[in-house]
């Protein structure tokens, strides 16, 4: 069963689907039409649409730990990701990919930690070691950072990916 608080706003989404916003609804429920294409973490706290302002259909959002983005040639590859903006770029043409990062990711901490595995598949250790191929292609200088205490205060990898986005802020980036 559901917690009450998502039955609530369920209950009130599917209102306003019906109601006052049926029309905008309905558009949306034709075609997909996103300009922009963003790669996020999972992190419960990082929600793309809220960051942005954006209203549903703006974003083509993809969520996985870490917000990784892996090579096609690894043995971590995984095929979500890789369809994810395949179907982004070629079919819903999107005109801008963000990756985002954020403070205090978890699974950057957890590659900075080398945590033990979660469980005796370790899918999360396996994911989060794409990070490490990621990091062999920073400019030396920069290599030592994600490894530091500082993980999201300016000073892991996401930074590179965020310094496109100009000035978006948010407290948890």
Not at 87 to 111: K, P, R, W
Request: charged letters at 20%.
């Amino acid at each position: 069963m559901l917690p009450q608080r998502l039955m609530q706003g369920y209950r009130a989404y599917r209102e306003k689907a019906s109601g006052s916003q049926r029309v905008r609804f309905a558009a949306q429920a034709r075609v997909q039409q996103p300009q922009t294409m963003v790669i996020g973490c999972c992190d419960s706290r990082m929600a793309p649409e809220t960051i942005f302002d954006a209203e549903p259909g703006q974003l083509f959002v993809c969520r996985n730990i870490a917000n990784l983005v892996p090579r096609s040639d690894l043995p971590i590859s995984d095929a979500s990701v890789a369809a994810a903006l395949e179907y982004a770029v070629l079919e819903l043409a999107v005109g801008h990919i963000v990756v985002l990062g954020h403070a205090g990711c978890g699974g950057v901490a957890a590659f900075a930690r080398r945590a033990k595995p979660l469980s005796a598949q370790n899918y999360t250790g396996r994911w989060i070691a794409g990070i490490e191929d990621a990091q062999a292609r920073l400019p030396p200088t920069a290599r030592g950072r994600v490894r530091s205490r500082r993980i999201g205060a300016g000073s892991d990898r996401h930074t590179q990916c965020r310094k496109p986005l100009a000035q978006a802020r948010h407290p948890a980036l």
